[in-house]
């Protein structure tokens, strides 16, 4: 069974930094792309980031470009978001997904890491 | 506002067919494929539909996707109460470089 967990959400102040991660099984990690996807209170998702197989590509939301870095330890099987500068308007239950959106889609996703960034 | 626009909302009747509209644009759906997505309240997002229309393993018939130019549609038929979600689709953006989804729709079955 594919399963995907996140964690390392939390309470963090604005300006702070974090780290998700999303520990994956029951798939070949290393075969596949693998994306972040954020949902804020209340709102609809958002697209954040994805990075192909290898992790030789990385690819990001134009509003995260810059202070979001995704990143894959393949021997691990683990996807991390970095995430540095936090605002308030990045609070967010962010969702790890196996896939790309520009392939064959978004194919399993986990439960959540919510990040709440607030002073 | 989204680079997809989606109707905030739809409804029909228990066992009545429903249609939920993507539109976008040649750098978006146009030359790229479409996903669906449904989210139940208080859960995770879950794939129904990939490539414009093939669906994963274990989603029923009923749910249906298709693509013509830049607009995609979801269609569900044999509306159950169970299928109440929101509903977003998804695609690449290649002028963006980036995945964009569309604002989601709140289907309700009366």
């Known amino acids: 069974e594919v399963r995907v967990l996140e964690s390392g959400g939390g309470l963090v102040q604005p300006g702070g930094s974090l780290r998700l991660s999303c520990a994956a099984s029951?798939?070949?990690?290393?075969?596949?792309?693998m994306s972040w996807v954020r949902q804020a209170p209340g709102k609809g998702l958002e697209w954040v980031s994805s990075?192909?197989?290898?992790?030789?590509?990385?690819f990001y939301a134009d509003s995260e470009k810059g202070r979001f870095i995704i990143s894959r330890d393949n021997s691990k099987n683990t996807l991390y978001l970095q995430i540095n500068s936090l605002r308030a308007e990045d609070t967010a239950l962010y969702y790890c997904?196996?896939?790309?959106?520009?392939?064959?889609?978004?194919?399993?996703w986990g439960q959540g890491a919510l990040v709440t960034v607030s002073s | 506002q989204s680079v997809l626009t989606q109707p905030p909302s739809v409804s029909a009747a228990p066992g009545q067919k429903v249609t939920i509209s993507c539109s976008g644009s040649?750098?978006?759906?146009?030359?790229?494929?479409v996903s669906w997505y449904q989210q139940l309240p208080g859960t995770a997002p879950k794939l129904l539909i990939y490539?414009?229309?093939k669906r994963p393993s274990g989603i029923p018939d009923r749910f249906s996707g298709s693509k013509s130019g830049t607009s995609a549609t979801l269609g569900i038929t044999g509306l159950q109460t169970g299928d109440e979600a929101d509903y977003y689709c998804?695609?690449?953006?290649?002028?963006?470089?980036?995945?964009?989804f569309g604002g989601g729709t709140r289907l309700t079955v009366l």
């Open positions: 998804g695609t690449w953006d290649s002028s963006l470089n980036a995945g964009v």
């Open positions: 490539e414009n229309s």
């Open positions: 997904a196996v896939g790309g959106i520009s392939t064959a889609g978004l194919a399993s």
């Open positions: 990075i192909t197989d290898n992790g030789g590509s990385t």
């Open positions: 040649s750098s978006n759906i146009g030359n790229n494929y």
């Open positions: 029951g798939f070949t990690f290393n075969t596949y792309a």
